[in-house]
């Protein structure tokens, strides 16, 4: 198989003026208002293209885009919840027999998984991690709303520290989900995958790039996307992008990719805004006190510092 | 031709696996099924299988792997066995309700707890309802004509239904019998290359697995279950085909010694063996016992299982599992409800006996005569009764 770097040699970024016209994700699916889930997926599908294969978790993005008008107009499949990754893993290896045998032409065809945070950090995440370690080509892309938002807003391992969910309900003995968000992207870098990435919808060219490049790699690829829901979040339908934002310019959600192990920031954040500024768009985090947002921050910090170590350490030229 | 060789039952069913010419075998280790994937680990090395072997990490992955493979359009096989099939659960309903022809050798075994790696049918009497077409086989030569046959019937395009092959754990998987191994080229010409009705194929996108509102629902049900049922006549058909390519028959129900027979045993899988030999031992003492065995357990073969029994007054149904908070096993409990739709007049006496790897001896299928037969003369009903059980 050939490497990383190597696939990339002739790479062809995605800029505002070459964006994909294509919509393999189509109009007529029943998101929410303001999704920013959804939004993400369709530029997900956009930079893959027609000769795509969607395996499909259940969740939020399976159920609005799987009624009786399908918005899928490459073939997808859906199965349960905790086995997209495994799905795909069938997938993939019935292809290449069968493309191996000649049994079926080889068409590129671009395999990808799409999940949310309960269906990867969760309940699949063996199936997953197992994916990950047999080396199938294919791409899994979490959909990280923070919160298992189809069965009504119920904490995940996802949820970040102070978050009221209907199962992280604030009280007088809480404070919300009394955890920090468990760190996936780092779980699948574990697994010494050729990439890894987090990415926006609030910066979609370079969101598009990453699937771009996830795809073109040979081997299993993960990347994280950060999926503001404004109905688990309470938050304005239209400030989805602006929590996005926010989010990566607060440092809550860093943006980088991890090509063969080496880490890349995608966008230093060298003036920081306060976290506080984050937290009070949502009213998930309205309970919280200023000691709690102090704590937030230092944590933030903290993960961001590590974050950059690693740059340095597995990237030092960068 | 083919030819009779003396071969472990698990790597029979491997070698016929790879004379289907499967693209892709999911594998994940589970006693006593693990000789089947471990052999066909060994054919894929050796470049004797041209497939993809998926190493899953877990039974309920290798489910989903072969839901994935099979609808990418590949001829799809795995197996397991006991708390593999257990985990698997979930899946198995999705891979029928899909419509994708997967082939599953279960090696059955006793469910935990306590935990038992031996032979029992717990496993897949907790699968009854999962939609799949479910063969039980009685000694190594059916395993393997039964796998054959299981493609055969599960890529009809008639059915397209996922298959299960029943063989006991140990009693089966692990003992060396004389087999005749069909031939490469007899096998392609039994069963040519798989032609997926549909499949993930970019160039004519489907969607598959999309979310049943209620008014569908049903119909998609309804549509799973009439499948099934009318799988019935292809699966005999193809034995039909069978029977004319490699000379041997097999029926949905198979017989023995029941012409003049008052009472039957009813018997699934290898069980079968032991009770012809318990039947010859009564008939020598001038017992008129015959035998029953269900061989296809579902689509249940009804008419065919009526007539097998029609001769007799007393049945002793041998259950292999139990159905905890009902007063008889599994099977004895499906019969009696078909058996009392139909107007059936016959005695059902109902005994569980070999759970957990438990030794069946000829010795209790008399005793188990003997009960049955002063249950039936007092008329009274009969709760089922658990054979040689230490107390």
Known sequence: ?318 | MGRRVGLEVSLACAEVVGLCNADVVAAYPITPQTHIVEHLSEMVADGHLDAEFVPVESEHSAMSCCVGSSAAGARTFTSTSSQGLALMHEILFIAASLRLPIVMAVANRSLSGPISIWNDHSDIMAERDIGWIQTFAENGQEVVDLTMHAFKVAEDKRVCLPVAVNLDGFILTHVIEPIEMPDKAEVEAYLPGFEPSQSLDPANPISMGIVGMPEIYTEAKKANAVALEESYSVIKEHWEGLAKQFGRTYKPIETYRTEDADTVFVTMGSLGETTMTAVDQMREDGIKVGQVRIRLWRPFPVDDFMEAIAGAKTLIVIDRALSPGLPAGPVATELRGMMYAKGAKQYVANFVCGLGGRDVTRAQFVEMYHSAQKAAASGAEMSCQMVGVKE
């Open chain 1, 1 to 318: 198989m050939i490497s990383a770097a190597e696939a990339l040699k002739d790479f062809q970024k995605i800029t505002p003026k070459t964006i994909p016209l294509v919509e393999p994700f189509s109009k007529g699916h029943r998101a929410c208002q303001g999704c920013g889930e959804v939004l993400a997926l369709r530029m997900v599908a956009k930079a893959v293209g027609m000769d795509m294969i969607a395996v499909s978790a259940t969740g939020c993005m399976e159920i609005i885009s799987s009624s009786y008008q399908t918005a899928w107009e490459t073939p997808w499949i859906h199965v349960a919840f905790e086995n997209a990754a495994a799905v795909a893993s069938g997938v993939e290896a019935g292809r290449k027999a069968l493309i191996r045998k000649g049994k079926i032409k080889d068409t590129g065809a671009k395999i990808v998984a799409f999940a949310g945070d309960g269906a990867t950090a969760d309940i699949g995440l063996q199936a997953l991690s197992g994916a990950l370690e047999r080396g199938h080509d294919f791409t899994y892309i979490c959909l990280d709303n923070e919160a298992y938002m189809n069965t009504g807003i119920q904490r995940s391992s996802s949820t970040p520290y102070g978050a009221m969910t209907t199962t992280s309900p604030p009280g007088p003995l809480s404070k919300g989900q009394m955890t920090w968000k468990k760190n996936m992207p780092m779980i699948a870098a574990a697994h010494n995958v050729p990439y890894v990435a987090t990415a926006s919808p609030a910066w979609h060219v370079d969101l598009m790039n990453k699937v771009k490049k996830a795809v073109t790699i040979p081997g299993p690829a993960y990347i994280h996307i950060y999926s503001p829901c404004p109905t688990g979040w309470r938050c304005g339908p239209e400030t989805s992008i602006e929590a996005a934002r926010l989010a990566v310019q607060t440092k809550v959600f860093p943006l980088f990719e991890v090509i063969d192990g080496q880490f890349i920031l995608s966008r230093e954040i060298k003036k920081p805004k306060p976290v506080e500024e984050y937290l009070k768009g949502q009213r998930r985090f309205s309970h919280l006190k200023p000691e709690d947002v102090a704590y937030i921050q230092k944590r933030v910090d903290a993960d961001y510092e590590r974050l950059l170590k690693l740059v340095q350490v597995t990237n030092p030229e960068a």
